[in-house]
Structures are given as C-alpha cells and as structure tokens.
C-alpha cells in the first residue's frame, strides 16, 4: 500500500498562492486551500491536515486572529505563518502564540520546500519521542498486569491476540479487577499506541453532561457555551477512547455511540456537519448487561456491536495462588513511591491474605499494602481485614488435620491470638508441611512440584523463601 501524502491545509485570500504550491509540490504534498481565515478553521475539523500554511493579511479574520483560534484547539497541526508584511511585530506574535516559521512574501517554492520538511521533521521527532514515552507506558502496564494463574494467562493470551486488530473489546468484570489496565495494554499493544487514549467514565460525568463531553458542541448550542469544543471522540481521533462503566450510559446517548460505531461520524450538540472520526472503542462494565437488555436499560444491537471481543476478569478470590506476587509488586512499588524500604510480609500474614474474600478485589489489596509500607508495620493488615466487614469472610477452608483441644490453662495462648491469626498459623503451618514433602519426592524438581500442587511455578518460588524451606526439610 503506498504511502498516503501529507495534507497541507492554505489558508490565503490570494488563490494564486495555493495554485502555485499545487502546481510545484503536488507530487511531494497534498494540497488544499480556504480563501479566508472562517473556512480555514472550519476546514481544520472536517481535513483534518497535518500542517497549515496560514497568511496574515487577510480580510475579516487576520491571520494571527485565526492562530489565536487554533490554539483553543486540542492537538491543532504545527502552522507557518506566510506573509507579506514581515514587520516585527507580526514576527513576535506569531512565535508567542506558538507559529512552528514564518516566512515572508515573495518567496521561492523551493525555500517553502525546505520549511514545510524541516517543520515536519521536528514533528516526527516529537512523535518518536512521544512513541517512547508510550513505549514505556505500555512495559509499565505490562508490568502492573501481575497472576500466573491460569485465568490470568488466558486473560493475556487474549489481550496479546485481539489487541492490535480493530475489534471493539468489552472488559467485564467485578469493581478493582484491573478493567483499565487490560484497555490501556491494548492499546499500547496496538498499531495505535502513538496515537491519545482517552478514558470516559460514563457513570462519573451528570447525563445531562456526558454527550456534550463525549462529542463536543457548537457556539450558543446551550447556556455557557462561548465556543466550540472538541469531544472526547474528536480529540481520540485515530487512537482508542475507553468507555469506562458502558452499563451506566443513559438509553438516549447510545444511539448515538452506535452511529459511531456503525458509521465512525457523529454530530456535535448544537451542529449540523457530521464529523468523520477513526476511532477504536473498549468498554467495560461490572453491570449483567444481558439482564439491563432484558430489563429495557440497555440496547441489544448496541450490546452486539460492543461484543466482539469479551474479556472476562476474574475475582482475586478465585486467583488466591496470584495474591503473593501481588503483593509483592505492591511492596516494590510502594517502597520506591514513598522511599521506603518495607521488607516481605511473613507466611502467615500471607496466608491470611490468601484466605481473605476480597470484595474489593485487587484495588483493595492495593490499598491495604500502601497503608502497610507507609506505616511501616505489617500488622496493620489485621486491623484493616477486620474492619472491612463481613463480606470478606475467609474462603479458604482451613487444614483437614484436627486441631487438639486446648485446656482452660492454656487461656493465656488464646488470649495472645485471635481467631483469625490462630487460623493462619496453622494453614500456614500445613502448606509449609506439604510443600516440604511434595519437593522431597520429587526430589526437588520445583516445576514438577508445582504442577503436583497445582500451583504456578512462580507462586512456588515465593512460598520456598517465605518457608525458608532447601533441601534438608
């Protein structure tokens, strides 16, 4: 496929200008010209170019009143200012409002050659810098898309699969699973990364509100709005918007977001002109949307369109084997955070963590270790699992071994422990046993243990340095 031209956007009253470039540069740059400063700014929206050659003298809107409007846009294009009259004057305002050259009247074609490619080499420059930075961005999200579980890896193989085709993905799952974790990694991983994602969440922004932030609206199309103002769509523009909490948007807007998805145009709130968008969309919801579809508070074609690609985020209750590299990344990053230097947390500290419900998944653990590297105490984490209430109960059953009976002068030991710490001491008393013994007959072959206790490998290495445990057990 060749590869498309750059659009460079003439904003002249003289047409002879645009004329001359066209007949001179057309096998270099694609062309395309506005006679006054009004239709070039409505010319930015519907060309969408990727520089703009912009006179100053001009009747009605003068050239530096058209660039002080350009500003007010997000991610406008880099402009030359072109004049005639190179007084000083003009020069300084154009480089204060941000012109990339200026260059005067009469000039040669050749001379407009070598600042067109010297402006979009910069640009380029910065795109590569800005690609780095996403680069990095998408490791860091690789590096917070922490489970070993099987779960979690299917998760990933389906991410690493589906990210870089142009397939809507619906994320679904509890509150504090990692949603938006799992869109930005399929973004980075995508041929998009270099481009914005953009985050909406639909449950956050007043209804009334939310159409006006999702597809921007025109001068006077209600009280307060003074100008025209780009969506989140807009500004997403051949990059990725995430559609966070989909299941809260109100029935009237989704009309709307299936045109997008159906025609990739909408209009703005107060407009008439469709505006053309490349956008990829990902959602996520905690909501049953098969039942809000049943219950009329969702829209089944909507629905199916949003559909093609599902992930499914498990609880961190049904991953309990992930809960200590968790952790453990947590403490990492906490530590270089606050400049801490918080050590591992004990077995049974870890046990009791394993057994914990959960009911705010992974953002709940999150907070529960910073509390913990801030204070510095990792007994702190008794006091929080307690105060979450009832809903967090431990899942896991405790060791089939019977537990002796305690004598009434053994009172003093019962009053040293709670329940709750009694009970973790003894789990983790039995897995530290098993692991022993499973690693003893397979003669310490670690990957055939863990297979053997069902367990990651992963997982496995972290139980053997917390149980201080080497081949002598």
């Given amino acids: ?3 498309s031209k750059v659009k460079i956007l003439v904003i002249d009253d003289d047409p002879k200008v645009s004329w001359i470039l066209t007949e001179s540069l057309a096998g270099k740059f694609d062309f395309v010209s506005a006679g006054d400063g009004i239709e070039g700014l409505q010319m930015v929206s519907t060309e969408k170019p990727d520089l703009i ?9 003068n050239g530096i009143e058209v660039l002080e409007k350009l500003n007010k846009l997000d991610g406008r294009p880099d ?6 009259h190179g007084e000083t004057n003009y020069v300084v305002d154009s480089i204060k409002l941000g012109a990339a050259e200026f260059i005067n009247k009469p000039f040669e074609v050749e001379e407009i050659e070598i600042h067109i490619n010297g402006v979009l ?8 810098v800005s690609q780095l930075k996403n680069e990095l961005e998408a490791r860091d999200n690789y590096d917070n898309f922490i489970g070993d579980s099987a779960a979690m890896q299917d998760v990933r193989s389906i991410i690493e699969q589906v990210a870089d085709s142009e397939l809507s993905v619906l994320i679904r799952g509890e509150s504090g699973t990692g949603k938006e974790i799992v869109a930005r990694l399929c973004h980075q991983l995508s041929g998009r990364k270099s481009k914005p994602f953009l985050k909406v969440n639909c449950a956050a922004i007043p209804r009334d509100l939310l159409e006006a932030e999702l597809f921007g609206y025109e001068k006077g199309a209600f009280t307060g709005a003074h100008k025209n103002k780009q969506g989140r769509f807009e500004l997403a523009d051949k990059g990725t918007i995430f559609l966070d909490e989909i299941g809260d948007m109100p029935m009237e807007l989704q009309s709307k977001l299936l045109q997008v998805l159906e025609q990739q145009e909408f209009v703005r709130v107060g407009g008439i002109q469709n505006i053309h968008v490349d956008v990829r969309i990902i959602c996520a919801t905690n909501k049953n949307l098969e039942v809000a579809i049943n219950e009329h508070g969702f829209r089944d074609d909507l629905f199916y369109r949003l559909n093609e690609i599902t992930v499914f985020l498990p609880p961190l209750r049904e991953r309990p ?7 453990n990344h947590f403490i990492d990053k906490y530590n270089n955070q606050y400049d801490k230097s918080f050590g591992n947390l004990s077995p049974a500290t870890i046990e009791m963590l394993v057994n914990f419900a959960w009911p705010g998944n992974v953002r709940q653990l999150e907070n529960m270790i910073k509390q913990v590297v801030v204070r510095g105490d990792e007994a702190v984490l008794a006091d929080l699992i307690a105060s979450a209430g009832s809903e967090g109960v431990a899942v896991a059953a405790v060791s089939s071994q019977p537990v002796a009976q305690t004598s009434a002068s053994s009172g003093s030991d019962l009053q040293t422990y709670s329940l709750k710490e009694r009970v973790g001491k003894t789990v983790a008393s039995e897995e530290k046993r098993l692991i022993a013994e499973v690693l003893n007959k397979t003669n ?10 069902e367990i990651s490998y992963r997982s496995l290495l972290y139980k053997i340095k917390d149980y201080n ?5």
């Fill in 444 to 453: 310490w072959n670690r990957r055939k243990a863990a297979d053997l206790l």
């Fill in 469 to 473: 445990l080497n081949a002598t057990d």
């Fill in 321 to 327: 084997e992930d809960i200590p590299l968790l952790v």
């Fill in 79 to 84: 402009v030359i200012m072109v004049s005639g």
């Fill in 1 to 3: 496929m060749a590869k």
């Fill in 121 to 128: 080499e910069r640009s380029r420059l910065k795109k590569e």
């Fill in 53 to 61: 050659l912009l006179d100053i003298k001009m009747p009605g809107m």
